[in-house]
Structure formats: C-alpha cells, structure tokens
C-alpha cells in the first residue's frame, strides 16, 4: 500500500470520528465567516454608494463605478485556478486563516486613512481602488480553500446541509448588512464603519485558528521551478477534469455567458433604485436584503426538500428560467414595494439552485483535486465577469441612462441562453447526479490506477502520470 493510500484511510477515519453536521471544525467556521461575511456586506454597500455619490459630479459616475468594480473583480479571475492548485497543495487552514488576517488588516488601514487623512476625494477613491484589488487578490486563496475544506469537515450524507447553512450564513450577512448600511453610515460614518469591517476579519481569524481541517498535503518540492511545473500541472488537470465531462463543460460555459450579463444588472442596481424607481439609497440596501430573505427560503428548501434525479433537474431548469424573466419584469414596476417581490422570488429560486449545484460538484469531484476543480471552475466561470462590470457602467453612460433597455436586453438573452441549454442531454444528466439511485444517472467516476511499465513517456509526460494514479474521474 503507497503512502496516499495510507493517507487517504487516515483522512476518512478522522471524518469518522464525529457525524454530526455541526461538529466542533465546522461550528468554528461557520461562525467565524457569519461575523466577516457581515462586516464585508456593511462594506461592500456603504463603498458603492460612497463612490456614486463622490463621482457623480464627473457627469461619468457609471463608467468609473463599473470601472472599480471591473478592476476588483480581475484578481479574483486570474488567481483563483492557481489558488485552487495552492489549497491542494498547502495547508487550507492556513490560507483560511491568513487570509483573514491580511483581509483585516489592510481594510483596518483604509479605515484609519478615511478618518484622520486629509486627503482629496481623488487620493481616497485610489485608495479604495487599491484595497478592492487587494481584497479580490486575497479571495483567489481564500475562496477555494474554503469550497474545498467544507466536504471534509462534514459527513458526506450532511453535505447539502452544510452548503445549506454556508449560504445561510452568507444571506444573513447580506440581510442585517446590507439592509442597515446605509443606516449606519449616516449613524456612524464611512470610515468607522470600514474599521468595523477590518475588525470582523481579525475577529473570524481568531475563530478559524481553533478549527482542524482533515487535509490530504503531497510533499514538498525542492525548488520554486518544481513547485511551478506541479502548479501548472494542477491547473491543467482541473481543466482537464471539466473539460472531459461533458454536463459540467455546458454548465461552464452557460456560466460564462450568464455571469457577463448579470454583471450590468448588478452594477446598475444603486442608479436603478436612485434613478429609475425614484427611491432613497436606502431602498438599494433593503431590496439586496430582501433578496438574501428570499435566498434563505431557497436554500433551506433545498436542504430540508430532497429532490432527486429527474425531478430535481426539471425544478433546477425551470427556477434557471425565471432568474432572467424576473430581471425584465423589473422594469415594468412601478413602486420598490413591487421590485421586493421580484427581489424575493429571485433570491428563492436562484438560492436553490446554489445549493443544488454546489452539492453535486462537491460529491462528484474526489478530495485530492477538488480544490483545483473549484478554483478552475471560478477563474472560467468569472473570466467574463469583470467586461461585464465595466460594459455595464460604459453602456448606461452611453445610452443616456436607459437602464430598462438594459435589463430588458441582459434578461432576454439570458433567458434564451438557458432555454438552449436545457434541450441538453449532458446537461440534464449531469444535474440529475445522485449517488442513492440504485442505477445512478447523470455523472459518475471510477477508480483507476495505472502501473509504471504500462506507459513510455518524457519526463514531463511521467509526471503527469504520477498524477493520474491518483483516484480521479473516468467519464
């Protein structure tokens, strides 16, 4: 028996010992990104309206808020592949852990800087700009560590409750956060409530240096080329293992087309609220925290109600549908009391499929290389992402403000888009996965080991091969 065998029977023993969903790892961890999600939503709020208020004076406040929000995300894009790789190979807790702690301590900066500088607007817009950049680089770690620590933390018959109780952790944050943002800004002010936020990170660093993720580390290198080569590798064989599955591949690249035009929808809902409803800022806060209402509702649906196989893919495809229809009917109400409603049912549908698909992605991808899948999945899946951000504000400066013409389009498109793919066969199977099925459907893998004196390689091809004896998916 190899050492990773070793290692793997030692991994699954140490998951054995606790199955219970809210073991004392997963507990710490939860709470802990509850209080940072938090302090982030407080942020993420008060920083954009912040920035439209400050650059409206421009006459090109769309462009320069898409524009920030477009240079955030571009970190986030081009990083999380190699970070998946990196929480693979090194300790997850770590990357958690600091992640947190650098997180804290620059946004605690930034604080510090707003509230005793004395500086011109143009000098704290760069700084902002500087520490979105920042923020989005420490998530291409940070966020693939987590997506792949959690299937090891919990027993495997808990994981959907578990993404369940992750993303109610995230609406959460976005309900009390968002909804009391701006309502706290005018209390307290932009920079004390910006300190806040750096302290939520150091306080869910603390949280997160008591928790044990049961982790699989491949030894060390013993140069910086080797750790490249292995780097490269790790990213290619993410690739690879989507790539090969033809379900997960349409998902991919719907995903691609799907996050380019939801981004202007995003970007524009503070000028849509202000603008085209014609109500206070206040009101930006309250429907994003109506929507997180909506989005528990779903994802406690989908933990609670188990649709299986077949079922659950014609539920997963009809909720897909009425995420783009319900961004055209925006621009048919009259009142925000009325875009709630959209807000709520959007949240609803869209915080089921979340969890859905997370679910099946974790059980389908083994341990060994889930950190790289996922990070593969976020870099592709976002690559389109930040245009859209910036589209978005250029095109609403562009077209003399018009945000129903631009609703209208993303959403009729949209729509289209997830329509074509549902006449896919792959597709369908591949979200009707599900392992109690005495004949399964959709994705499966199978173990599969090769043997030195079955293949003649180069020396580069070798190692690869070294890689593939390790379990992976046979499609």
Known sequence: ??????????????????????????????????????????????????LKHTLEASGSAGSLVGS????????????????GAVADRFSRKKIILFGDVISGTIVTALGLFLLYSQASNSLAVGAVFIVGISLSTI??????AISASVPDMVPEDKLPAANSMGQLS?????????????????????????????????????????ITIPQIIPDKMKNYREYYQVFKTDLQEGVRYI??????????????????????????????VEDFLGASSNWYGFLLAIYGIGALAGFSGAGIVRVKGRKRTRLLITFMLMEPLGYILMTYVASPFQAAGLFFLGGMFNGFVMVNITTILQLTTPSTIRGRVFGALTTISASTAPFGMGLGGFLYDLLD????????????????????????????????????????????YNMRYLKEDEV????????????????????
């Open 68 to 83: 920030f929000f477009m240079l955030s995300a571009i970190p986030m894009v081009l990083f999380s592949a190699f970070g």
């Open 139 to 144: 998530g291409a770690f940070f966020g693939p």
């Open 456 to 475: 003649v390689m180069t020396q580069k091809e070798l190692y690869l091969e070294y890689q593939i004896q390790k379990p992976r998916s046979e499609l």
């Open 243 to 272: 790539w090969k599955n033809s379900g997960l591949k349409k998902l991919l690249l719907s995903s691609i087309i799907m996050n380019f035009m939801t981004m202007p929808i995003i970007i524009l809902l503070m000028f849509y």
């Open 1 to 50: 028996m190899d050492n990773t065998s070793v290692k793997e029977k030692n991994l699954h023993k140490t998951l054995a010992k606790d199955d219970r969903l809210f073991n004392r790892n997963f507990l710490l961890l939860w709470q802990g990104q509850l209080v940072s999600r938090l302090g982030t939503q407080v942020y993420s709020i008060i920083i954009a309206l912040w």
């Open 401 to 444: 403000q018009n945000i129903a013409l631009i609703y209208i389009g993303a959403g009729t498109l949209m729509f289209l888009l997830v329509a074509s793919v549902a006449f896919s066969k792959d597709f369908r199977n591949f979200i009707a996965f599900d392992l109690e099925e005495e004949e399964p459907v959709g994705f499966t």
């Open 170 to 210: 995230q609406k959460i944050s976005v309900f009390f956060g968002q909804g009391l943002g701006v309502p706290l800004m005018n209390l307290l002010g932009l920079p004390l409530l910006v300190i806040i936020n750096g302290i939520t990170y150091l306080l869910s660093a603390f949280s997160e240096s008591f």
